[in-house]
């Protein structure tokens, strides 16, 4: 008897703060299914968006610490737009969040290597925020200081005021402090820097990544792809997992993310026909793409594209091996 009040306490005392940001939420509620397993359900404010939240106390229990040591990121994720999916990438508001949904959520975080990926992403942020609000004409920007610094996947307000301070002695922004508030405003130079990065992405850190998006194919992303391109400090993109705008159809997010990229990965395991178009596009935008295909789907490969230097492997390890080695040779050099 004693262990289970214990039980029932601890997680109430979970429920009055959102499980993964840690804000506090008024409205929480605990229900259970119809097959009687717990959830815990309550809505939250984080940034502009109102999330809707049904988590599974069994799932969270087993996330738990995955949980708390990204708690930071997590929240960023969120401020970003990113949303908790399903295996067939259904947005999960007001929809019951399980366990799969929660590590692949915490896995496909970016991952920023060292100060210069972080400076860059900082500032197209700050570009493109300033870009969205004010339609095509970047105006000055007010960037709250509470907490804003999560928007930029940061652990603090000093780390991000040090790098807002770089930026402006960069001359990319021109930036005050106000008592509440950071203004921004673009520079010259800052326009140039932010076209270069975005038109051709010769200098983006960014990957476009084409590949069947199946459930039993994210391994190939989670446990290949992802980390070869986070080892040589690029982001892997995968256009499933990029919340588009609200006027955006799918195919602008695909061309304007190809457009945002170094360069492309397209994998040709499962025949896609949207990785043909994709790779298609890249190449036609002066992208290099590099080629990867499972030995086991090789043969049944586009006559066409058999003449390409494909990647073939056998795992998602030895693809990982297979691709640091062809990045480096063939983006980095
Ligand atoms: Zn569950």
């Known amino acids: 008897m004693l262990k289970e009040d214990v039980t029932i306490n601890d997680t109430t005392e979970i429920a009055k703060k959102c499980l993964f940001t840690g ?28 999330k809707h939240f049904i988590v599974c106390e069994k799932c969270f229990e087993k996330t738990k610490n995955l949980i708390d040591k990204n708690q930071n990121a997590i929240h960023s994720h969120l401020l970003n737009g990113f949303n908790f999916i399903d295996e067939d990438k259904n947005i999960l508001d007001g929809k019951e969040i399980h366990y799969k949904s929660i590590e692949n959520f915490i896995q496909t975080i970016p991952i920023f290597k060292n100060p210069s990926d972080i400076l860059n992403n900082i500032f197209i942020k700050i570009m493109e925020t300033g870009l969205k609000e004010h339609k095509k004409y970047f105006l000055p920007l007010f960037i709250k200081n509470s907490q804003s610094y999560l928007l930029f996947y940061l652990n603090s307000s000093d780390e991000k005021e040090l790098y807002l301070e770089t930026l402006h002695e960069k001359k990319l922004i021109s930036c005050t402090k106000l008592a509440t508030a950071f203004t921004i405003a673009p520079t010259y130079q800052g326009l140039i820097k932010y076209l270069e990065i975005t038109d051709e992405g010769t200098k983006s850190n960014r990957c476009f990544i084409a590949m069947s998006f199946d459930e039993d194919d994210l391994i190939l992303f989670q446990k290949g792809i992802s980390p070869a391109c986070s080892e040589l400090g690029f982001n892997a993109i995968r256009v499933d997992q990029v919340h588009p705008e609200s ?87």
């Not at 008024?26 to 404010?45: A, C, F, S």
């Open 23 to 50: 804000i506090k939420v008024k409205d929480y509620d605990r229900v259970k299914t119809n097959e009687g397993k717990p959830l815990i359900k309550y809505k939250v404010e984080i940034g502009h968006y109102t």
């Open 247 to 333: 006027d955006q159809t799918i195919n602008d997010l695909i061309i304007s993310e190809i457009k945002k990229s170094k360069f492309l990965i397209s994998d040709f395991t499962k025949h896609k026909n949207g990785v043909y178009f994709e790779a298609g596009y890249g190449l036609g935008r002066g992208k290099k793409v590099i080629y990867t295909c499972h030995e086991d789907y090789f043969d049944k490969l586009h006559f066409d594209v058999k003449h390409f230097p494909i990647l073939i492997y056998s795992s998602p390890e030895d693809l990982k091996k297979k691709l640091i080695a062809k990045i480096e040779a063939f983006i980095l050099d």
